[in-house]
């Protein structure tokens, strides 16, 4: 009944040797996408994706990753997504990390951008500190044609209608249920709910403590970190917000997702 926008199940330690469909299944999450970073870990992503029909795949290249690729990684990202589940992501501008390469951001942001607008594929955009720019890539589209998702936005409001205009989906992280997120939140009360999505971003971005006070009981290594089970509790912190019965909005949100995940 739960579905996660936006997780990267590759990077919990053991993932490759653990049945996943079955801790999907008993913690009632009926689809998650599995976002690739980089040539290094698509394969994992294949991997888990073929072992289970709610793994879904996305495959691309981070912002963050943009130096360690080698010269054939858009070959090789094309021969990942000819799997027709397969989404592109998470690819993104980033002028918060360090020791990036903007202008080299930018080439790959351009190249996936373009490659999921030819192929009429739903597009992962991760963003931060760089709004004005992914703003202006949009501006030379009137519309993204498979539309794309804005995964744990925080950018300011004045681009939201923008972004909307040009396909846009937001999802909402447990990491934004922190006390200093606020404003974040504030945002989101706006955006139109037929265009929001809820995500883990499992294993990172952890979100404040109380949301981890009931156990979930899944496997220590993965209780560890952000475990994917958690996705129940941000559903039911965002219907507080958003002030909807839990029901309602567990019925949108999985309109939204298929809506997303439908290509153009
Ligand atoms: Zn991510």
Not at 27 to 56: A, M, P, Q, Y
Not at 60 to 89: F, T
Not at 108 to 117: H, T, V
Not at 128 to 151: C, S
Request: aromatic share 14%; proline share 5%.
């Amino acid at each position: 009944m739960f579905v996660d926008a936006h997780a990267h199940l590759q990077n919990f330690p053991n993932q490759l040797n653990y049945d996943w469909d079955a801790y999907l299944k008993f913690f009632s999450i009926d689809s998650i996408v599995c976002n690739g970073t980089g040539l290094k870990d698509w394969e994992s992503v294949h991997i888990l994706s073929s072992s289970s029909s709610r793994i879904v795949p996305a495959y691309g290249v981070h912002p963050w990753k943009v130096m360690d690729q080698p010269d054939n990684w858009l070959d090789c990202l094309e021969r990942y997504l000819s799997n027709d589940r397969a989404l592109i992501g998470e690819i993104g501008l980033d002028k918060w990390v360090r020791d990036s390469d903007f202008e080299l951001q930018k080439v790959f942001f351009m190249k996936q951008l373009e490659l999921g607008i030819e192929l009429k594929c739903p597009i992962v955009v991760h963003c931060l500190k760089a709004f004005g720019h992914l703003n202006k890539f949009l501006g030379r589209y009137e519309k993204i044609p498979a539309g794309f998702l804005l995964h744990s936005y925080g950018g300011p409001k004045e681009f939201v209608s923008n972004f909307l205009k040009k396909g846009a989906y937001f999802s909402f992280s447990a990491y934004f249920l922190r006390e200093h997120k606020g404003a974040v939140r504030e945002i989101f009360r706006e955006i139109p709910l037929e265009r929001i999505l809820l995500e883990t971003d499992a294993p990172d971005m952890k979100g404040p403590d109380f949301l981890y006070d009931k156990k979930v009981n899944s496997p220590s290594w993965i209780d560890a970190l952000n475990p994917p089970a958690i996705i129940s509790r941000i559903y039911e912190e965002f219907a507080k917000l958003y002030k909807l019965p839990l029901e309602d909005l567990v019925k949108q949100m999985n309109v939204n997702y298929k809506n997303f995940l439908l290509r153009a």
